[in-house]
């Protein structure tokens, strides 16, 4: 018998499943909007893993009302890294999606973040993260910022590109690749809303682990909504400063140190100078105030990244040197002996 074709044969969706971590009831239609549009990717995934993070009665809601899929409770610390490892662990496929509790994945999400794995040397692909806003955008709100509200510049091409690393809101892993790097990290976490860098270091660690790459796959969208909460001045310096304390602790934790930064002061050195000029040479243009604006905005945001930084650098030398005085003290006991 002939072989089938290409598109007969089984494809890598049978080979993956998808993990979706949660934490509260607030989020109740959100999630099961999430849970049913991975249970809707064409073809399906294996199995569809919910993972509750240290609430009681939201596994109890969240086993009553949907019972096709697996619900389990974080078995390590509180955190999303612990309920993530908890859902990849579970899982049996050689493949492992993650979705964010509120992102609300589209047709061909699933089987767009499946496809680079054809390629032996990818260990991880990330799609693209559109954002909902519950308010209209606001006019100040710039494109290089779209992270802030946990999202991607839809304006970016088409084509599939390797990159460092990918946003945890939507992801896709080789579990092996996950295995050789111990999983997500879980003393650096994200619990609720407090921002920690942990996909980017899990990203790091797994390269490094396993000398493998990264893929954008910009066709493979999720919908993530943006409360109108998130779409003030005040939330987006908040959370830039986050940003900063979050990236510098990252740096801490991996072998590169600073150099883990790179691609962070790339986009400091060269994308925000060049986009701050160009808001304010729209305005000068006569493109009305708002481009001006979204250049002061950068420049808030960056400030409070910087500040952040700092902040987390001055943390570090602090923990540092008790350590370091112990050190020395036993040390010196050991001479006097």
Known sequence: MADAPETARTPETARISVVIPCYTEKRWDALVAAVRSAQAQEPAPAEVVL??????????????????????????TRGVSGARNTGVEHTSTPLVALLDDDGCARPGWLAGLAAPF???RVIGTGGAISP??????????????????????MNKGPETVRVRNVWGASVAVRRDAFDAAGGFRLDFTRQDDA???????????????TGGTWMYVPTAVIDHP????????????TRSYHEGRG???MARYNKGGSDALDLEKDYLRREIPRAVARGFAGTLRGRGLAPA?????????????????LVELARGRRQHAPQAAGQAERSGQGARR
């Not at 921002?195 to 682990?209: I, K, V």
């Open 51 to 76: 993972v509750v993070d240290y609430n009681d009665a939201l596994l109890e809601r969240a086993q009553r009302h949907l019972p096709e899929v697996t619900v389990l409770a974080n078995r390590y």
């Open 247 to 249: 990236k510098v602790g």
């Open 132 to 153: 909902v806003w519950e308010v209209p955008r606001p006019g100040w709100f710039p494109d290089e910022f779209l992270w802030v509200v946990a999202a991607s510049d």
């Open 118 to 120: 054809a390629d032996p």
């Open 195 to 209: 921002y920690r860098a942990e996909d980017t270091d899990l990203c790091l660690r797994m390269t490094e682990a």
């Open 226 to 237: 943006v409360p109108a909460a998130r779409a003030r001045v005040g939330y987006l310096v």
């Open 293 to 309: 604006a979204r250049s002061c905005v950068m420049m808030l945001g960056i400030a409070a990244a910087a500040f952040g930084g």
